[in-house]
């Protein structure tokens, strides 16, 4: 397994302004994901944060709102820019270890936008 | 994207009774995880199933890979108030991506 950590663990914001989270793991690792996380609802895949190069993003989400970082195998960070109340949302690190696919999650960042 | 149908939506059960929840797909699957969510925490893994048909414990939970590989099930025995959360099921195909359950959320009455 991995122990994640997210900062910060929550945050209220202003319309328009924008928010850089963190993640860190206890170990490299080669996967590592962003999620959303809607009031209420299922998680949804962002981005893969890749090392060294462009994160690779879903459907409907682009790298001009959601910019990613991964410097190296144990850190990435996610900025949710220019945000709106439509942002306000748990976003969700998660990494992926092992020789069998299995994904652990970070605790969340619990954003609110004003 | 892709989002597993899970049900039920919602559970209300006395204290020691058992839990069955499933999660299915239109697609076929490699790897299903079963997660639960506490309120203000991250989803934790419960239990990881590699193989159709397998069938895995971890303490009172038992969990399994059905055999036509899209859909997998959650069983809780003797159930607890700390088994009180959201469980979520996710599936892995022949990408990388995972794909979530819409979540069962879980209540005991003690």
């Known amino acids: 397994s991995a122990v994640i950590s997210q900062k910060p663990s929550r945050d209220i914001c202003q319309r328009g302004t924008s928010l850089t989270i963190q993640c860190q793991v206890d170990?490299?690792?080669?996967?590592m994901f962003w999620y959303r996380q809607q009031p209420g609802q299922s998680l949804t895949l962002i981005a893969t944060?890749?090392?060294?190069?462009?994160?690779?993003?879903e459907s409907g989400f682009v790298i001009d709102k959601f910019p990613i970082s991964r410097p190296n195998l144990t850190f990435s960070t996610l900025t949710v820019s220019n945000m709106s109340p439509e942002d306000s949302s748990i976003y969700l690190c998660?990494?992926?270890?092992?020789?069998?696919?299995?994904?652990?999650f970070g605790p969340g960042t619990r954003l609110l936008v004003l | 994207g892709q989002q597993l149908n899970q049900s039920p939506q919602s559970m209300f059960i006395q204290e020691g009774e058992d839990v069955s929840m499933n999660c299915t797909s239109s697609s076929i699957f490699n790897t299903w995880l079963w997660y639960k969510q506490d309120p203000g925490e991250g989803p934790v893994l419960l239990i990881a199933l590699y193989k159709a048909g397998e069938l895995t414990s971890n303490g009172r939970l038992t969990a399994q890979f059905g055999i036509t590989r899209k859909d997998s099930f959650l069983n809780i025995s003797a159930s607890i108030p700390s088994d009180v959360g959201i469980y979520f099921c996710a599936g892995q195909g022949s990408g990388n991506q995972f794909y979530f359950g819409t979540g069962t959320s879980l209540t005991v009455i003690p």
């Open positions: 944060a890749n090392q060294g190069s462009e994160a690779t993003y």
């Open positions: 998660s990494v992926e270890t092992g020789l069998q696919e299995t994904q652990y």
């Open positions: 170990s490299q690792v080669t996967m």
